[in-house]
Nanobody
Framework: QVQLVESGGGLVQPGGSLRLSCAAS????????MGWYRQAPGKQRELVAH???????NYADSVKGRFTISRDNAKNTVYLQMNSLKPEDTAVYYC???????????????WGQGTQVTVSS
């Protein structure tokens, strides 16, 4: 089994910054991609940012230039630095990873429990 623990959400004023972290632990042989998704009330979950094991990144158009995704492979951790936050960034943010597990060497998709980000004055 693999566990994902997220941290770093909270309440911030428009224009402010937050940094989200997501640490993976458990039966990990290797991690392929890691990413962040978000879901606002009444809306579908959407991709925010994604980073592959080789370091290739992609971002939703709405966050390009404001958010930066990074990963620490030694710590099995992915980060999302969010700057110039806007009220429309308010959502529950979910960490997602694709993990090859040690028990079967199969690739599985895992989700974190979600962390609330609220941007409001």
């Amino acid at each position: 089994q693999v566990q994902l623990v997220e941290s770093g959400g909270g309440l911030v004023q428009p224009g402010g910054s937050l940094r989200l972290s997501c640490a993976a632990s458990g039966s990990i042989f290797s991690i392929n991609s890691m990413g962040w998704y978000r879901q606002a009330p009444g809306k579908q979950r959407e991709l925010v940012a994604h980073i592959r094991s080789g370091g290739n990144e992609n971002y939703a158009d709405s966050v390009k230039g404001r958010f930066t995704i990074s990963r620490d492979n030694a710590k099995n951790t992915v980060y999302l630095q969010m700057n110039s936050l806007k009220p429309e960034d308010t959502a529950v943010y979910y960490c997602n990873t694709e993990v090859v597990v040690t028990t079967t060497l199969y690739l599985y998709d895992y989700w974190g429990q979600g962390t609330q980000v609220t941007v409001s004055s």
